[in-house]
């Protein structure tokens, strides 16, 4: 899978995923720490990746736009520490791929990973 990670998101990560074979990158190495969410969300679409955040803005983005694609996964977790993220990011990627190459929003927290086919609907 490919994947970009937003700025809230570890380089660690991009590291583990590319160590688990997936074309990972990081906004901050490709010099896009200063885009817009709607920038970031257009560049995961357009380049066929699974946006990776803890930014809640991107879930109203993707209602707005009535899109199927990108994925995203946001991580709602108390500890965003890299070890913490991975864990529950290779759960979701083991657990949810093909909602993610479908088109998708997974939110992840402690308890529970949820899932939502996009395009959204009913949020606007």
Sequence with gaps: MRFL??????????????GL????????DLGLGRESDPQVLER???EGRVLLTHD??????LAASRF???????????NMR????NRSLQLVVTRHQQA????AII???????RVRSLPLRGLE
């Design 100 to 103: 993610l190459e479908q088109g």
């Design 68 to 78: 199927q694609l990108p994925s995203v996964i946001v991580f709602r977790l108390r």
């Design 56 to 61: 809640l803005d991107f879930g109203k983005l």
């Design 21 to 28: 074979g997936h074309d990972a990158v990081h906004l901050a």
């Design 107 to 113: 939110s992840v927290t402690e308890s529970q990973i």
């Design 82 to 85: 890299p070890d913490s993220v």
């Design 5 to 18: 990670a937003d700025m809230g998101i570890s380089p660690e990560t991009v590291v583990f995923l590319s």
């Design 44 to 46: 995961a679409r357009a």
